[in-house]
């Protein structure tokens, strides 16, 4: 089947995707952030298939496949995230046997490219614990796992941008109690 997918038409995977999974094509479009009208286009082979790298990993990324699989596709030149948190993320989804388009329609519309930039690693997981919240309970995870996914990432953040959490240590913990204590955990 791999040799298979290798040989087809990028349109008509995109095609096969779409129909295998009962998902419309406007649903498809706000997933990767383009217009409808562009998703007909390239599943009737109107248009030639997009050779962008952000829109081919979009649609990879929906897909759940590598963007390689596309013959059009040319590795880009500027890097992706290695976030720890996103790659648990990425884990649970896997865990929970969820599939990335039920993920992404289990956001609102206008918010699904911003996730699909997010499992593509163009962005990292946020920072913010409202969005993070909002993500943990589409996933059906507690307070805990939240904050815990929450706490790695700011610690991240800290240590990207120069502190020494070890030197800090008491500083940092003093910071995180303080968050466990207005979160209630």
């Known amino acids: 089947m791999k040799n298979e997918t290798k040989t087809k ?3 008509q995977k995109v095609a096969e995707f779409l129909d295998k999974n009962s998902l419309h094509k406007k649903d498809f479009a706000e997933m990767i ?3 409808l009208s ?7 082979e109107t248009i030639p298939f ?3 790298s952000t829109t081919l990993e979009r649609i990879a990324t929906v897909m759940d496949i590598h963007p390689e699989e596309f013959e059009e596709y040319k590795i880009p030149q500027e890097p992706i995230l ?10 649970i989804l896997k865990d929970k046997k969820i599939n990335i388009v039920n993920f992404l329609k289990a956001f609102p519309r206008k918010k699904r490219v911003e996730i699909v930039d997010m499992l593509r690693g163009a962005y990292p997981l946020p920072i913010d614990f409202k969005e ?9 995870l507690d307070k805990n796992d939240i904050y815990n996914i929450w706490e790695e990432r700011v610690k991240q953040v800290l240590e990207t941008n120069g502190m020494n ?4 240590s008491e500083l940092v913990n003093s910071m995180l109690e303080c968050a466990k204590k207005f979160i209630d955990i």
Do not use: P
Not at 38 to 44: P, Q
Not at 132 to 140: A, D, F, N, P, R
Not at 165 to 168: D, E, G, I, P
């Open 132 to 140: 993070l919240t909002m993500i943990g309970k589409i996933l059906e």
């Open 38 to 44: 562009y998703v007909y286009n390239l599943i009737d």
């Open 9 to 11: 038409k990028s349109s």
């Open 33 to 35: 952030g383009v217009t």
């Open 165 to 168: 959490l070890s030197a800090n």
């Open 82 to 91: 290695q976030d720890e948190t996103l790659e648990l993320l990425k884990s």
């Open 50 to 52: 997009s050779t962008r």
